[in-house]
């Protein structure tokens, strides 16, 4: 159990990092984004949980606002995970935790 708590909590921060990742070279490419070949790769990288965030959310949220959606629920999901995993150790030992 222990190990597939570590595994969600790697893939969430690995999630949350290409989102942030992609907006903060979105920012800094400007308009040629599109062009870059490394925000391509990030975008690449955070289609599954933006494609996921579209899926679960109301039509009212609009396509621009789903990066930031996204964001937040992989936040409260890796608050959520580190949690678990904090009660796992107390319940396994201190040594099955490093």
């Known amino acids: ?3 597939t708590v570590v595994i969600a909590k790697s893939l969430i921060e690995l999630s949350l990092m290409f ?3 992609r907006f903060i070279l979105g920012l800094l490419a ?3 984004r599109s062009t870059n070949v490394f925000w391509q790769l ?4 955070a289609r599954p949980a933006l494609w996921l965030t579209r899926r679960v959310s109301p039509k009212l949220i609009l396509d621009q ?3 930031l959606a996204a964001a ?5 999901a890796w608050v959520v995970v580190v949690k678990l995993k904090i ?12």
């Open 1 to 3: 159990m222990l190990l």
């Open 30 to 32: 400007g308009a040629k």
């Open 65 to 67: 606002h789903i990066p």
């Open 19 to 21: 989102i942030v990742a």
């Open 87 to 98: 009660d796992l150790c107390f319940q396994a030992g201190a040594a099955a935790c490093q």
């Open 42 to 45: 990030l975008d690449i990288a």
């Open 72 to 76: 937040s629920w992989l936040l409260i």
